[in-house]
């Protein structure tokens, strides 16, 4: 079966901080028990341990039968996570800095970068994330926009003058990297 990264997707992987860096490791080869993924990712064990049970509960991994020990299991991808854990590698090889790899494990920034990959207003951004609210999606692109990965241009020929997004520099690296199917990005 072909699986592709649609935004709900997305939006319901990147709701851990941890779940696309560690299908990154994943794909990378680090082993697939819990200490090695652990040390490899950097994350405190309780925010880590979550992002892999999340991962479990989206069925895109999954606890290695007759393998690891039952409170030091050993993981495996499932077929839909073998078929997503390229793209959460692509992403992850996108950033070049640490300040950039904290602001990737933020809620809605890879949503966000994967939505506006033309220019959008900001209404039709939180269309397209149907379960941001305005302070979240406001609060995201403000801080994309520090980070120079989203650029606020204000159309000035129409009234009201209305402000429109969309992804620049390494936040296109990313929105390019995700390769968002199944939407109108």
């Known amino acids: 079966m072909l ?3 649609d935004i709900n997707t997305l939006v319901k992987l990147t709701s851990r901080a941890w779940s696309l860096k560690a299908l990154a490791l994943l794909h990378e080869g680090v082993p697939a028990r819990q200490a090695p993924l652990l040390a490899a ?5 309780t925010a880590f341990v979550q992002s892999l049970r999340h ?3 989206l069925g895109l991994m999954e606890r290695n039968p007759g393998h690891g020990h039952p409170l ?3 993981f495996r991808l499932t077929p839909k996570g073998q078929a997503l854990a390229p793209i959460a590698h692509r992403i992850e090889a996108t950033v070049r800095d640490d300040a950039g790899a904290a602001l990737l494990r933020k809620m809605w920034t890879v949503p966000l970068l994967a939505v506006a990959s033309r220019p ?3 209404s039709e951004i939180k269309r397209d994330l ?3 609210t305005d302070r979240a999606l406001s609060k995201s692109l403000r801080e994309l926009d520090e980070r120079n990965w989203i650029e606020r241009s204000v159309d000035a020929a129409l009234r ?3 402000p429109y997004y969309r992804v620049i520099n390494e936040g296109a690296g990313i929105s390019r990297a995700i390769g968002l199917q199944g939407q109108g990005a």
């Open 41 to 45: 990712s950097g994350a405190s064990r």
């Open 160 to 162: 009201p003058p209305r």
């Open 130 to 132: 149907v379960p941001i």
């Open 3 to 5: 699986y592709f990264m």
């Open 120 to 122: 959008k207003l900001f």
């Open 55 to 57: 991962l479990e509960e």
């Open 72 to 74: 030091r299991p050993e």
